[in-house]
């Protein structure tokens, strides 16, 4: 037996397929991701004016100058604000974006919403990338699921918070609820 056990394979060969989380060349784009690229779906944000915010691990000395979110099979739907920001673990606002107001939203589409200014990562652990679209219909993105923590000190993958939120993202993130829906998000 060996180090991998009864494994007698190449580990790279076997887990080639896991690429398709990571960036196609590490040399070009700088970015970072919640999920994976595979076994993604159609998953409901928010209601509309409620912030999503998921858990995104960001390395020290990461500088973080947008989020970008994809919707999925719905569309934005006569939009009034649109807001990305950026929190501590804690859930104290690091950096957010200008409101992308009555920007149209297709389905199937990427919105990066750069920060007012970048942010500069200075302790390596969990962040969390929000999301806060006000609308008639707020687009669906594309995500998976995940389940509520368990362990003690473990994160919520996805949480909501506040109401009627519009142009500006609150300060912390107060009072935030499990969600069952994670959104992909890229950091870059």
């Known amino acids: 037996m060996t180090v991998l056990g009864a494994f007698k394979g190449n580990p790279r060969n076997d887990l080639s397929w896991l690429n398709s989380s990571g ?11 919640n999920l994976p690229r595979v076994g993604l779906d159609d998953v409901p944000a928010a209601s509309s004016g409620v912030m999503c915010s998921v858990a995104l691990y960001l390395q020290d000395g990461d ?8 919707s999925a099979g719905t569309a934005a739907g006569t939009p009034t604000n649109q807001i990305a920001a950026l929190y ?18 297709a389905a199937d589409a990427a919105k ?3 920060l007012s200014s970048p942010v500069r990562i200075t302790r390596s652990g969990v962040y969390y990338a929000a999301l806060s679209v006000a609308a008639a219909t707020v687009p669906t993105l594309v995500g998976s699921v995940g389940s509520k923590p368990f362990l003690t000190g ?19 993130i107060s ?8 959104p992909l998000v890229v950091a870059s």
């Not at 500088?63 to 994809?70: R, W």
């Not at 473990?154 to 300060?171: D, K, R, W, Y």
């Open 112 to 114: 990066s919403f750069a």
């Open 154 to 172: 473990e994160a919520n993958l996805a949480q909501t918070s506040g109401s009627g939120i519009g142009a500006t993202a609150p300060a912390t």
């Open 175 to 182: 009072s935030p609820t499990f969600k069952r829906h994670v």
């Open 23 to 33: 960036r196609p060349d590490p040399e070009v784009v700088f970015h970072r991701a």
């Open 88 to 105: 501590s673990g804690a859930g104290a606002l690091l950096g957010q974006s200008a409101d992308k107001t009555t920007e149209a939203w």
């Open 63 to 70: 500088i973080i100058s947008a989020l970008t979110f994809i």
